[in-house]
Every structure is written in structure tokens, then in C-alpha cells.
């Protein structure tokens, strides 16, 4: 929630942009994922505003990025 403050509740996606007053539309999002490092996942500075969609479209290709089994 701070997050979505501090970026004036903007998407910080490049090439978005969007400003979301509705915060149900934003998510706070990890920059580098924090595969459960507590310090990674409360730091401020790995932490960018997202609305919904630009968050949904980046987790489908991080996903797609990770290898298959
Ligand atoms: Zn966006």
C-alpha cells in the first residue's frame, strides 16, 4: 500500500503509465522476485505500482520464461 503512494498510484510499467484511483486495480509488484527472502520481499525499493493487467501480462511471461520440466 505504501508503494501504491509513493508512485501516486501509476502504473509504473513502461509504456503504461496509467493512473488507477481504484487500488483493487493495482498491485504492488516484485521487481526481482523474492523466493521468500523476507528483506527481497518488505524492501521498498523492489517494489514498483502495477495496475492489474500489466502485472497479469508480466507474471504470463515470467512464467513462460521458466524453464519446462
Ligand atoms: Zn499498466
Redesign the pocket.
Known amino acids: 500500500m505504501r508503494v501504491l503512494i509513493r508512485d501516486h498510484f501509476t ?1 509504473q ?1 513502461v509504456g ?3 493512473i ?1 484511483p481504484e487500488t483493487s486495480q493495482l498491485v504492488a509488484d516484485h521487481k526481482i522476485q523474492h523466493h521468500g527472502e523476507e528483506a527481497m520481499f518488505w524492501d521498498e525499493g523492489n517494489l514498483q505500482c ?2 492489474k ?3 497479469d501480462k508480466l507474471k504470463q511471461k515470467q512464467e513462460r520464461a521458466q524453464p519446462h520440466r
Do not use: D, Q, S
Open positions: 502504473c510499467m503504461c503509465g496509467r488507477e502495477l495496475c493487467p500489466c502485472h
